[in-house]
């Protein structure tokens, strides 16, 4: 568990940081510093962090179950994780209508991912994985709106070629998530056999 908490706090204790991080002229770390050393530096304590939680998350899989997860929870997830995997490809992709309903749709993302997965996992490391994940989606929505970033320009005119994109990426990523890429990234079947 040690490896996991660690790994959390620094993973998002960075992404805290530049969330509330003051933006005024001079106070700035990323303009003091540069956006390329700044960014540098972001990256590699983020990636030290993910590394971590990985590492700690598998390690901490004895701990026991702090619930037991209903049977219908998959179902939910399942359900759930379509609409992210769409939403996250959203917020990589030119501004369609998606992204615009959606405001910040990788947050949206994180917060239907790590809902209908704490739906689904009752176990400590579990529990404590995606509730930091949530937690931290909700916190980072509240910032980006107190800082007034409302997301796209409404003037933008919306990208079908991006919401087309997303629907067909997210989709596909999704299918194999279910198929086999989750069984092979985590270790877990997403449907059951037999």
Avoid: C
């Avoid at 996991?4 to 992404?15: E, K, N, P, R, S």
């Avoid at 969330?19 to 390329?36: E, I, K, M, T, V």
């Avoid at 990788?106 to 937690?135: C, D, P, Q, R, Y």
Wanted: hydrophobic content about 50%; cysteine-free.
């Amino acid at each position: 568990m040690p490896y996991l908490i660690a790994g959390l706090v620094l993973f998002f204790g960075v992404h805290l940081y530049s969330a509330f991080r003051s933006r005024a002229p001079g106070r700035d770390l990323r303009q003091r510093l540069g956006y390329a050393p700044f960014m540098g530096l972001y990256s590699l304590v983020a990636i030290a962090g993910f590394a971590l939680i990985i590492y700690g998350y598998d390690q901490a899989r004895w701990m026991g179950s702090l619930y037991f997860a209903p049977d219908w929870g998959r179902h939910v997830t399942m359900a759930l994780m379509l609409p992210a995997m769409i939403a996250l490809a959203a917020a990589y992709l030119p501004t369609g209508r998606i992204r615009k309903a959606l405001k910040h749709p990788m947050l949206v993302a994180v917060k239907l991912w790590a809902l209908g997965h704490l739906i689904s996992n009752g176990e400590w490391n579990s529990v404590i994985l995606f509730t930091s994940f949530l937690a931290y989606a909700v916190i980072d929505r509240i910032a980006v709106k107190k800082r007034g970033d409302t997301g796209p320009d409404p003037h933008t005119p919306p990208s079908t070629l991006g919401d087309v994109g997303a629907l067909v990426i997210g989709t596909g990523v999704y299918l194999a998530l279910v198929f086999h890429l989750h069984q092979w990234l985590i270790g877990v079947p997403v449907l059951l056999r037999g």
